[in-house]
């Protein structure tokens, strides 16, 4: 825990700064409710929303549209998401709740030992990250292609249009990108080819303002729209195996096997019941899902609508709750494809009542430990905590009602700097744990040959107690998506906020017994009060907050995005 704390702090700037807004408009302002016959989008940046609304009024269903949003949010926001990475798709209407998993694979070679030395310890942080060591096998083409073919409308090609034309005739950097880019010199500059496109010949990130354009990218888009998926899992598998291979310091490097093997799986969806809402997330290999499902159910015996979102005693509950879940995410979560995870006990309903018995709203808990949920298995011991930092959410509901919340990441920002076809290659192997035994015993989210790290993601579908479909959310921001995610449900629901203002509410969270608070917020100045509840390790920070939703009005469906992002859309 104080190792993620450490290495939170630096990046902080870096991901507060970032999204896009085109030359001929104004920065965005938060969208109000409005009528949207054809669907509603949201997303970081205005430009992939632009993408997605285009694919609605084509008549594009709400997948359609989403893989549209992802594929230009690989041109715009590079720094986050795309298709060198991978993600989790929640999808949801007539044919109930699907949820896609493309989250990256390690190579069949890798070992539980991949990052550590001769000495037993993790290798120097650059070494790991910022090489070939850090790739996974992209998800996010594959995951597309599967979650179009069963819930496509329009051509596999058309959905690439809209982002073929941002990497060809350029966009406008904005203030986001450009302190991104500022922030991870080093990282985010070092190929030749990401230089020659986002950085000038000083060596500084081109000026805010400045068109750019990524000819490499436009012509890989225009492959897979053209080939189909295969032109990225096996038609450009050797390139890209051996580019990786040749940046990989040491053994267990990434195969063209490994590429050409890949597939994105559809997975059971976690549903919970809160408030006579049902609640329904991804599950295993991602932590979000029950995460959130944990949260919300060892809350609902509080009455959290009449405590209000100004009260410390809510914030003390929701803490409480949070180092709950956590503390179950460490000791049972990973890839359920190799490690037995115990979902249906992490969620069981008398099991997180007894969980929840455990929270007192006079003093917090001296230690949060992981409890012992029906099917746990035995002998499994805790991970540290890994997260994604370059992630990007998105929403989509189309005419028919259906709605997709799709969560995109390449795990830090710029992911681990490896540049190839014009986009950056994840790092999402650093997500899992560094150390694969403590205390003589297995971590689920070791490294294993093929295997999924362990994700936070929590892309989200609410359904209202008549059955309708009533939020659609997600988040960006590691480790704090599920914490900003459960935040949020509680706002809409509880607190009766709108969309807008459920994700502006202020974040805390807990980190073992260091529990930091948004810098700025209400909740810095009731730090007093939650340390004379026992939280005694408070940290004010700017955490990295990026979340998407769309809400169901009786005017129509509200998109919204993170307010605190909002000033960086600007182009000038």
């Not at 060198?84 to 694979?105: K, L, Y």
């Not at 050797?238 to 050409?260: F, K, N, R, W």
């Not at 991970?383 to 992630?391: C, F, M, N, Q, V």
Request: glycine fraction near 10%; charged fraction near 20%.
């Amino acid at each position: 825990m104080t190792d993620l704390l450490k290495r939170l702090a630096p990046i902080l700037l870096a991901l507060a700064l970032g999204a896009c807004a085109t030359p001929e408009a104004p920065a965005a302002v938060p969208a109000a409710a409005t009528e949207a016959p054809q669907g509603a989008v949201s997303a970081a940046d205005p430009r992939a929303e632009a993408a997605g609304r285009a694919i609605l009024a084509q008549g594009g269903s709400a997948t359609d549209a989403a893989i549209a949003v992802m594929l230009a949010l690989t041109v715009v926001e590079p720094q986050s998401s795309g298709i060198g990475g991978g993600g989790f798709m929640v999808r949801a209407g007539e044919a109930g709740v699907t949820t896609f998993d493309g989250r990256e694979t390690a190579p069949a070679a890798a070992t539980p030992t991949r990052f550590l030395g001769p000495d037993g310890e993790p290798l120097p942080r650059d070494r790991r990250v910022i090489s070939g060591l850090s790739v996974g096998v992209p998800g996010n083409i594959a995951l597309a292609a599967k979650a179009h073919a069963e819930h496509g409308r329009l051509a596999w090609r058309d959905l690439f249009a809209p982002a073929i034309a941002l990497a060809r005739d350029g966009f406008v950097m904005n203030r986001r990108l450009h302190g991104s880019l500022a922030g991870a010199q080093g990282r985010a500059d070092r190929s030749d080819a990401a230089r020659a496109v986002f950085f000038g010949a000083d060596g500084a990130p081109l000026p805010v303002g400045t068109r750019i354009t990524v000819p490499a990218l436009a012509r890989t888009l225009e492959r897979i729209a053209e080939a189909g998926p295969e032109a990225f899992y096996e038609d450009g598998a050797e390139a890209l195996a051996a580019y990786v291979a040749g940046e990989t310091p040491q053994d267990g490097a990434m195969s063209a096997a490994d590429i050409a093997s890949y597939a994105a799986k559809r997975r059971e969806p976690v549903c919970t019941a809160y408030r006579a809402h049902r609640v329904c997330g991804m599950g295993p290999p991602s932590s979000g899902g029950i995460a959130v499902a944990q949260i919300l159910g060892q809350l609902e015996r509080f009455d959290l609508a009449e405590l209000g979102p100004e009260s410390v005693t809510f914030w003390h509950l929701f803490l409480e709750s949070q180092r709950l879940a956590y503390a179950d995410r460490a000791r049972y979560l990973g890839d359920s494809d190799f490690v037995e995870v115990p979902l249906a006990g992490l969620t069981d309903p008398a099991y997180l009542a007894r969980r929840s018995a455990l929270i007192d709203p006079e003093k917090a808990l001296p230690v949060a430990e992981p409890g012992t949920p029906p099917g746990a298995p035995q002998a499994r011991a805790d991970g540290d905590e890994p997260a994604e930092r370059g992630t990007s959410h998105f929403a989509v509901v189309d005419a028919a009602g259906n709605a997709v919340s799709y969560t995109s990441t390449i795990e830090g920002a710029f992911g681990s700097g490896l540049f190839f076809g014009g986009f950056y290659l994840n790092n999402e192997l650093t997500d899992f744990s560094l150390t694969p035994e403590q205390d003589g015993s297995p971590v689920a989210n070791r490294v294993e040959g093929g295997k999924r790290p362990r994700s936070s993601m929590a892309p989200t579908v609410v359904y209202d107690p008549a059955g309708e479909i009533v939020l659609v959310i997600g988040a960006a921001g590691g480790t704090t998506i599920p914490v900003q995610v459960a935040r949020s449900v509680i706002g809409v629901i509880d607190f009766g906020l709108s969309a807008s203002e459920a994700l502006a509410l202020p974040l805390v969270m807990a980190f073992g017994p260091t529990v930091i608070v948004e810098e700025g917020s209400a909740l810095a100045g009731m730090t007093a009060r939650l340390e004379a509840l026992g939280h005694d390790r408070i940290r004010p920070v700017s955490p990295p907050l990026k979340a998407n939703a769309l809400r169901r009005t009786p005017e129509g469906w509200e998109s919204a995005r993170d307010p605190r992002i909002e000033p960086n859309l600007a182009y000038e």
